[in-house]
């Protein structure tokens, strides 16, 4: 199963984490891991290439993890967006998790 968590603090979400396999189908067959491996690059190129934030992304293949940290204080603008981004990333998975339940979950948590 792919564990997806969400954490927030009181203003804003700060961080994802992502972790596992979905266990769909085999390496290379598998379209849960497909979109959500989709819908992260999606929001890295956006926070990193389109907005240039430099927000980091920490990947660790053996163990199947993945985590997205905005650490940095930033402006009011980029905050907001990255705010939307955050969420919009959160409702996808939310989306997937209810179409392929048993193989993603979502979870939010506070106090990064």
Known sequence: MISVRLYHNKRSPCRIEIEGHS????SGED???AAVTSAVRLLETTLNDVLQLSIPVEFDEDRAYLTISISQKLSGNSEAICEALFLGFASLITQYEEEYPGYIKMEVKTNA
């Not at 266990?23 to 085999?26: L, P, S």
């Open 23 to 26: 266990g769909y189908a085999v």
């Open 31 to 33: 379209i849960v891991c």
